[in-house]
């Protein structure tokens, strides 16, 4: 599998750009999408404009590690791997028997997208196996990327002479676009337009670049580490809708709002305030809403 993105989709790490890297233009007339198909002549390309491309094959792929591609509601997926907690995960998007890896991904997306009710790295956490996968969604021009906590799935990222962001299972179709520019793609970690590179297992530390150096001495990209003393603030996918703001803030103004109350009203203040230390009543959020944990962010 390949994709390429442009830099108004995803911005490389400028700890992949190595000197003297000999990268090529990986988007130029569509250079790294040909030099994919000279690999694998059955392959399908997908342009997705101004934002890049993205491409798969079926041959030449582990049994054990299928690739899979689906796209649903212009949200590419490309897939490779396998999870071990389909039945969990189904149930819990509600999807039909039906649905295989790759709509279960597509569907994790759209509800962190859109309803956001766990975080991100929470997301990725919950799917288990060994996987590797690129996500685009052409509606919010967003890439969401990520791979197992084991590195099961053979997955390279790099930058080209222009910036670009490069993934693919092939070592060698990624050093075609970005020569020395390129690394392994973190194992355990996640990839967001709006968040960048982050670990899913350990969420709340920031992540250091160490300079990765090939077998003939050459600076070759970087590796990632998870900073055990450095901590991060929390980031996740840009959600869209009216319900902007998180449920805690909800409460809080409800509060407020008692308190006011009581001091105007005080034979009533228990009632007032009984009421809004509970949960919320059936349809406060809306009739289509599901009430998630507080904390966590409300879309409609």
């Given amino acids: 599998m390949l994709a390429v993105f442009d830099k108004s989709v995803a911005k490389s790490p400028e700890a992949l750009q190595s000197p003297q890297s000999g990268s090529a233009s990986a988007l130029k007339d569509g250079f790294l999408a040909r030099q994919f198909a000279s690999v694998h002549p059955s392959s399908v390309t997908v342009n997705l ?9 079926l041959d030449k792929q582990n049994p054990l590690l299928p690739r899979l591609f689906a796209v649903v509601d212009d949200i590419f997926c490309l897939f490779q791997g396998h999870i071990e907690n389909v039945a969990l995960l189904k149930q ?16 994790a997306f759209r509800t962190l997208r859109d309803r956001g009710p766990y975080p991100a790295d929470q997301v990725v956490r919950d799917i288990q196996g060994k996987f590797a996968f690129v996500l685009f969604d052409s509606a919010s021009k967003a890439a969401f990327v990520a791979a197992d906590p084991d590195g099961n799935v053979p997955f390279f990222w790099g930058t080209d002479s222009e910036g670009h962001l490069v993934l693919a299972d092939d070592s060698e179709v990624v050093k075609k676009g970005c020569g020395n520019s390129f690394a392994p793609f973190p194992k355990g970690c996640f990839f967001t337009s709006s968040g960048g590179l982050r670990s899913y297992e350990h969420p709340h530390n920031e992540l ?17 580490k998870v900073d055990a003393e450095t901590k991060k603030e929390s ?9 902007c703001f998180s449920l805690g803030q909800v409460w809080g103004i409800e509060h407020f709002a008692a308190t006011l109350f009581a001091f105007a009203f005080p034979y009533n203040s228990l009632i007032v305030t009984t009421w809004s230390t509970a949960c919320p009543p059936a349809g406060f959020f809306g009739s289509n809403m599901n009430t998630p944990p507080p904390g966590s962010a409300m879309t409609a």
């Fill in 235 to 243: 980031s996740g996918i840009p959600r869209v809708g009216r319900y």
């Fill in 92 to 107: 819990q998007y509600g999807l039909n028997k039906t649905a295989n890896e790759v709509i279960i991904v597509i569907e």
């Fill in 208 to 224: 250091k670049a160490v300079p990765r150096v090939d077998s003939s001495g050459e600076m070759c990209g970087a590796n990632f």
């Fill in 49 to 57: 404009g101004s934002s890049g491309v993205i491409a798969y094959s």
